[in-house]
Nanobody, 125 residues
Framework: QVQLVESGGGLVQAGDSLRLSCAAS????????MGWFRQAPGKEREFVAA????????NATDSVKGRFTISRDNAKNTVYLHMNSLKPEDTAVYYC??????????????????WGQGTQVTVSS
C-alpha cells in the first residue's frame, strides 16, 4: 500500500507561482517513478512531468517546459512541482502518481500504480 498526498493548490492570478507537494508513504521504493498529471473538466488526464526517487532523471511535457520544474527531497519523501508564470489554461486538478520501474519511464496514466487525491489549481485571467 502506497499513500500519496498532494498539497499546495489554490486560486492564483495569471503570472503567479505555486509549489505543489506530494508526500509519499507506505510501501514505496526508491526505484519508482513519480509523476505529476493534471486534468481539466471534460478533458483527458494529461502528463506533466516525472522524476525518480533514485537517479536524476526528470522530464516535463512541452506545454509546461520552461515554466514547471519537478524536484524531489528524498529525506522528506516528498516530490514537488514548481509552477511559474501560471496561465489560465493551467487550471486543472493536479495529481501525484507513482509507477514501478519494471516497464521504464512512461507518460500514460494507465502505467502508474498509485495516485493521490488531487489538488485544485485555478488560475484567473
Amino acid at each position: 500500500q502506497v499513500q500519496l498526498v498532494e498539497s499546495g493548490g489554490g486560486l492564483v492570478q495569471a503570472g503567479d507561482s505555486l509549489r505543489l507537494s506530494c508526500a509519499a508513504s507506505g510501501r514505496i521504493f526508491s526505484t519508482y517513478y513519480m509523476g505529476w498529471f493534471r486534468q481539466a473538466p471534460g478533458k483527458e488526464r494529461e502528463f506533466v512531468a516525472a522524476i525518480r526517487w533514485s537517479g536524476d532523471v526528470a522530464n516535463a511535457t512541452d506545454s509546461v517546459k520552461g515554466r514547471f520544474t519537478i524536484s524531489r527531497d528524498n529525506a522528506k519523501n516528498t516530490v514537488y512541482l514548481h509552477m511559474n508564470s501560471l496561465k489560465p489554461e493551467d487550471t486543472a486538478v493536479y495529481y501525484c502518481a507513482a509507477k514501478s520501474p519494471g516497464s521504464g519511464y512512461a507518460t500514460q496514466p494507465t502505467s502508474y500504480d498509485y495516485w493521490g487525491q488531487g489538488t485544485q489549481v485555478t488560475v484567473s485571467s
